[in-house]
T-cell receptor
Framework: TQLLEQSPQFLSIQEGENLTVYCNSSSVFSSLQWYRQEPGEGPVLLVTVVTGGEVKKLKRLTFQFGDARKDSSLHITAAQPGDTGLYLCAGGEAGRRALTFGSGTRLQVQP | DSGVTQTPKHLITATGQRVTLRCSPR?????VYWYQQSLDQGLQFLIQYYNGEERAKGNILERFSAQQFPDLHSELNLSSLELGDSALYFC????????????FGPGTRLTVT
């Protein structure tokens, strides 16, 4: 089973700051998803990227899939308290139906 | 709201007992996945069903079993419960077995005392 490492594990910033979360693996993934999870709730799908070098934007969130499809990043511009949560990356492998999840980045945005 | 429903929301039981967790996938989704989330292990894949048939197994203990019924709802059965089984259990669904996108339910929090 391939592993996904996320960094940083914890991030506490002030409202209005920018931040980047990283998701890295030594292996290639067919797809990469980002989820956000709030306490006591299930992960909510934010985006799926499938092409190496692909960039997707969702309002203030920018997602990038590495050229070699081994890594991904999530950049948040002008963070808001509503962005607070656990951000999880998840990789899909060709021929394997289950997702491999990273350990998560816990983000706290202070007002 | 993802459209995936899970019951119960919370479950407290004693060691050695057996419990059943229930999941209804999104309308039209044929594939159901079960995951376990604990503080030290993160989200771990347990098992997948597609249209009633088991399709993939992950790190699922022999004390755990699951099934998917003709109406596509799924149940996860946990038996001979141990303290270490305390965790959040999530169900996710997708329209096809090979779909990369999965939609998660709100989870069942299991506490074994």
């Amino acid at each position: 089973t391939q592993l996904l490492e996320q960094s940083p594990q914890f991030l506490s910033i002030q409202e209005g700051e920018n931040l980047t979360v990283y998701c890295n693996s030594s292996s290639v993934f067919s797809s990469l998803q980002w989820y956000r999870q709030e306490p006591g709730e299930g992960p909510v799908l934010l985006v799926t990227v499938v092409t190496g070098g692909e960039v997707k934007k969702l309002k203030r969130l920018t997602f990038q899939f590495g050229d070699a499809r081994k890594d991904s990043s999530l950049h948040i511009t002008a963070a808001q308290p509503g962005d607070t949560g656990l951000y999880l990356c998840a990789g899909g492998e060709a021929g394997r139906r289950a997702l491999t999840f990273g350990s998560g980045t816990r983000l706290q945005v202070q007002p | 709201d993802s459209g995936v429903t899970q019951t119960p929301k919370h479950l407290i039981t004693a060691t050695g007992q057996r419990v059943t967790l229930r999941c209804s996938p999104r309308s039209g989704d044929l594939s159901v996945y079960w995951y376990q989330q604990s503080l030290d292990q993160g989200l771990q894949f347990l098992i997948q069903y597609y249209n009633g048939e088991e399709r993939a197994k992950g790190n699922i203990l022999e004390r755990f079993s699951a099934q998917q019924f003709p109406d596509l709802h799924s149940e996860l059965n946990l038996s001979s419960l141990e303290l270490g089984d305390s965790a959040l259990y999530f169900c996710a669904s997708s329209p096809r077995p090979s779909s990369y996108e999965q939609y998660f339910g709100p989870g069942t929090r299991l506490t074994v005392t």
